[in-house]
């Protein structure tokens, strides 16, 4: 069993950044792929990143590639990070951390078995 809780959003301007966390309990942690996703009102849940068991291969969505940045600390905290920079508009969503084993399913929503609550964050002048 794997607890996700995410934490860190909020309101910011265009071009503003925000740091996202995810802290993970259960023993587990270290074994499992982590992903962010993030879904707006009406819309179906995107993939924005995800980060190996290890945190040495990463994967990001095109939208978000060049801005934004996943990380994890395994032997410390348990916690998986997403560096949001150059914040867009198009950004506003509930962002949700998530983890699965099926590394090669990382970016479909359907192969992740523990999900977080969801953070809001809203990029608005």
């Known amino acids: 069993q794997v607890q996700l809780v995410e934490s860190g959003g909020g309101l910011v301007q265009p071009g503003g950044s925000l740091r996202l966390s995810c802290a993970a309990s259960?023993?587990?942690?270290?074994?499992?792929?982590m992903g962010w996703f993030r879904q707006a009102p009406g819309k179906e849940r995107d993939f924005v990143a995800a980060?190996?068991?290890?945190?040495?291969?990463?994967?990001y969505a095109d939208s978000v590639k060049g801005r934004f940045t996943i990380s994890r600390d395994n032997a410390n905290r348990d916690t998986v990070y997403l560096q949001m920079n150059s914040l867009k508009p198009e950004d506003t969503s509930v962002y949700y951390c998530?983890?699965?084993?099926?590394?090669?399913?990382?970016?479909?929503?359907?192969?992740?078995?523990?999900w977080g609550q969801g953070t809001q964050v809203t990029v608005s002048s």
């Open positions: 980060i190996s068991w290890s945190g040495g291969i990463t994967y």
């Open positions: 259960g023993r587990t942690f270290s074994r499992y792929t």
């Open positions: 998530a983890a699965t084993l099926n590394l090669a399913n990382r970016r479909n929503s359907a192969a992740y078995d523990y």
